[in-house]
């Protein structure tokens, strides 16, 4: 049986967050991803967290805040993770050459060897921005994965889809790299709009029922991890979610 995670960022417009454990704990969560503006108080939030029995094995951590190797160690283990993702870098980076992606790689692949010795997994977490091709015909993608070889990818496959790729090649091409997955939805063309296009999993465009088979049969996928970029409704989009997970 899969246990379903659910990624906070979702909940940011729904304080307070000791509310938001509460239910995702009724609809029957055992855990939750963790994102950069929940760490000002990692004790208090650690201690939310195991008042709702719910555990947080995953975390989003910023690079400038992975750069300060101590403080994110200390954060990491206060809250509880397993494994640290990597999630984002400034919108004007991503048309950055192939030579800046390298090095990028480069320097993921030494914090994922420390952060392993410390006893995290780590790896990246993508957007769509890293699906498109660069002057050299790599994608950014493709650079990470093939110039850090230690790095694991937590692939958030709707935004696979929104960078105009195929999940599905992808998965096929670096199955063993996979070690957490995103589940999230795609509105059909023109509707959701007030949601910024997209739609509680199940409910929207994304083949899942495949994809799902394939992940789990192709890849070391531990964390699968609900995702809404900004429901209007918190509830609905997380009931429906699991519901619909549960029945993949």
Not at 236 to 242: E, G, K, L, M, V
Request: hydrophobic share 40%; proline share 5%.
């Amino acid at each position: 049986m899969t246990d379903f995670s659910f990624q906070l960022y979702s909940a940011r417009n729904f304080p307070p967050f000791s509310d938001v454990f509460a239910l995702l704990s009724r609809l029957g969560y055992a855990s939750v991803e963790g994102f950069g503006a929940l760490y000002t108080d990692p004790v208090g939030l650690r201690r939310d967290l195991d008042a709702s029995g719910l555990t947080m094995p995953t975390g989003h951590i910023g690079l400038d805040q992975l750069r300060d190797k101590p403080k994110a160690t200390e954060l990491a283990r206060t809250l509880g993770l397993q494994t640290i993702f990597c999630p984002f870098i400034g919108q004007e980076y991503w048309k950055q050459s192939d030579a800046k992606w390298t090095e990028l790689a480069r320097e993921l692949g030494e914090l994922a060897k420390y952060y392993r010795d410390q006893g995290f997994g780590f790896g990246w977490h993508n957007h769509h921005f890293e699906f498109w091709p660069l002057d050299s015909g790599r994608t950014p993608m493709e650079v990470l994965l093939s110039e850090a070889p230690e790095l694991d990818w937590e692939m958030d496959v709707a935004w696979v889809v929104r960078g105009e790729d195929d999940p599905k090649r992808w998965i096929d091409k670096y199955a063993d790299r996979i070690v957490a997955v995103h589940l999230k939805d795609i509105a059909p063309e023109g509707e959701a709009a007030d949601e910024d296009g997209w739609a509680d999993l199940g409910h929207g465009v994304v083949p899942w029922k495949d994809l799902f088979a394939d992940l789990k049969a192709k890849t070391k996928a531990k964390y699968f991890v609900m995702e809404h970029d900004n429901p209007n409704d918190l509830e609905r989009f997380a009931a429906r979610s699991i519901a619909t997970a549960k029945a993949l």
